[in-house]
């Protein structure tokens, strides 16, 4: 650190230093009777003719001797003038005596004594003056002693040294100590030095360099800076994206919990229980609402106990006799059809309380079975049967898997089916089925083959189906073919047959266990009407689901070949229609 030794402030550097002495040197103007400074010109002048009104008198009275003396010429004026001018220039030279030699000297105390005797020289030797002023003839000499006594030579303040003028003086000082003003000279050959980041001359070249190096220090200061509030909005920008990710993923997997729960319940695996609950609950309903009497609640209730306990369909949802009334009517009426085919005999089965919204498949099953069950063709795998209940289905498909067949799907329906509302689809027939030795195939109609979505292709597989055994051209064909298990997304039914209108297009005979007992008993009556059969009639515009799936049996299997299906049913593919 560097002090000032003219008014005490400190500094950190030598360049700093040099500029806060130019700031005296350039800007302060001192009193040369007390030593005031820190005040303007005027200022200065309004002080010295009030406080110092006894010395100023002295120094004009001086001039106005002067002027006595030596005339009012011109010639004599411009002596005046000249006189003044270097009175001025010795009261500047005085104060600039002030200032130190340079950073590391200043004035001593000798030096304001000086200043101090020169004052009071001056009135002496102006009285004496102003006594003697008749003797003309040693005026010359009195004038160069007051001359001499009162303006000495300037002296330099920053080595010392004198000049017998101030000009003089002045030009030493920018000569001789340039470098401590930091003022270019015109006309020296010192090289100048322009900073290149914010044009400041500088006539050192080291000086240039520290400088320099400070611009340089305070813009990595300022990237520095940057960097940390860079870093900070991207820690903030990082956190930010973290938090929305972590809500989107907390938002998708909600979604798919009541996606996943919506499936479970749709497809019964919610564990809400199954058929025996639903049907009590159901009818608990009824009760409630006044549309079953409490009597019926508890005959209809220990009837179902007492099938669920020997595993046997009640057949309360069963329909009989439809295909008998089926084959009259078509031989004695419809005259828009050129030729029929119809399955062996079946009986509808609809759902119930107990099972109603998921038990389609169990309902197609129970169909399927009642055919077989009066086809002497499966008499030997299928001895002693009879039609199941839901709840003994689910049972008998349980077994299946624990066979060996279908490892898949049974893991999917985490091997359980009883005490559930689980749908069962293609696969589960054709499992249960395999494992009842009656032989049977899947085909997938995986994609549309008509316009419009239609499935030609589907229609024309099982006219063949069903026509592969008709001898000659009847009306009617009654087939041993059992029906077909036909599946689509969401719902099953069960084919009974197929017409041929005489226009040639076809038409399929579908049961489906949605419509109750009371509408497929109208198909009974003698005069069947046309409007009653249109619940069996499916056209091939009324069939465009994206996929369909039909399971078609085929005879009886020995052991040997059901111990072979239970195998390739391991690895399970269906037969694909393109």
């Not at 500088?202 to 990237?223: K, M």
């Not at 309902?363 to 069950?373: D, E, G």
Request: with cysteine.
């Amino acid at each position: 650190m560097l002090s000032c030794d003219i008014c005490g402030e400190t500094v950190t550097s030598e360049p700093d230093m040099k500029a806060h002495l130019i700031v005296h040197m350039e800007n302060e103007i001192v009193c040369p009777f007390c030593k005031l400074s820190g005040v303007n010109y005027d200022e200065m002048c309004f002080h010295i003719e009030t406080a110092h009104f006894e010395q100023n008198t002295l120094e004009r009275n001086f001039e106005r001797i002067n002027t006595v003396q030596f005339g009012t010429s011109d010639n004599k004026k411009d002596n005046t003038l000249q006189c003044g001018m270097e009175v001025n220039s010795s009261i500047l030279s005085g104060c600039a005596s002030n200032h130190p030699k340079n950073s590391s000297q200043c004035l001593t105390k000798d030096n304001t004594l000086k200043h101090e005797a020169f004052y009071s020289e001056s009135l002496t030797e102006s009285r004496k003056f102003l006594k003697s002023r008749e003797k003309q003839s040693g005026l010359t000499e009195v004038k160069g002693s007051i001359y001499e006594t009162t303006y000495g030579p300037p002296e330099c303040p920053f080595c010392g040294k004198t000049e017998e003028h101030s000009e003089d003086m002045e030009t030493h000082v920018k000569t001789t100590h340039a470098n401590l003003l930091d003022i270019p000279l015109e006309d020296c050959d010192q090289p100048l030095y322009d900073c290149p980041m914010c044009g400041l001359i500088c006539t050192n070249y080291h000086i240039l360099q520290e400088h320099v190096d400070l611009h340089l220090e305070e813009n990595s200061f300022c990237q520095g800076m940057d960097r940390v509030q860079c870093s900070g909005d991207l820690q903030l920008a990082h956190q930010l994206q973290q938090e929305e990710d972590r809500k989107r993923r907390s938002e998708e997997s909600r979604q798919e919990i009541e996606e996943f729960q919506k499936l479970q319940r749709q497809y019964g695996l919610d564990n809400s229980g199954g058929y025996k609950q639903q049907q009590l609950r159901n009818m608990e309903i009824e009760v409630n609402r006044g549309r079953m009497p409490p009597s019926e609640f508890h005959r209809r209730k220990a009837d179902m106990m007492e099938s669920l306990a020997i595993g046997i369909d009640d057949g309360k949802t069963k329909t009989s006799g439809i295909i008998e009334a089926l084959h009259k009517y078509y031989q004695n009426a419809a005259t828009d059809v050129r030729q029929v085919w119809l399955s062996s005999v079946v009986d509808h089965f609809h759902s119930s309380l107990g099972d109603k919204g998921w038990g389609c498949g169990y309902r197609n099953f129970q169909m399927l079975l009642s055919s077989l069950l009066q086809n002497d063709a499966y008499d030997d795998c299928l001895k002693g049967m009879s039609v199941p209940c839901i709840p003994k289905i689910q049972s008998m498909i349980e077994d299946a898997w624990k066979e060996g067949f279908d490892p898949q799907g049974a893991s999917q329906l985490n091997n359980r089916l009883q005490g559930t509302k689980a749908w069962i689809g293609a696969c589960e027939v054709y499992i249960l089925l395999t494992s009842l030795r009656v032989k049977c195939h899947i085909v997938d109609f995986h994609k549309s083959t008509g316009p419009l979505g239609t499935h030609p292709r589907l229609f024309e597989w099982i006219l063949n189906y069903y026509s592969s055994e008709g001898e000659g051209s009847p009306k009617v064909v009654c087939t041993s073919k059992p029906p077909i298990y036909l599946q689509h997304q969401g719902h099953s039914r069960t084919v009974i047959g197929i017409e041929e209108k005489k226009n040639r297009t076809l038409c399929l005979l579908i049961f489906d266990p949605g419509c109750p007992s009371r509408e497929m008993q109208k198909l009974l009556k003698q005069d069947i009407e046309a409007s009653s059969l249109k619940q069996l009639q499916k056209s091939m515009g009324n069939l465009k689901h994206k996929q369909y799936q039909i399971v078609a049996v085929e005879g009886a299997l020995s052991p040997e070949e059901k111990v072979a299906r239970r195998q390739d049913s391991q690895v399970f593919t269906a037969e694909k229609i393109p």
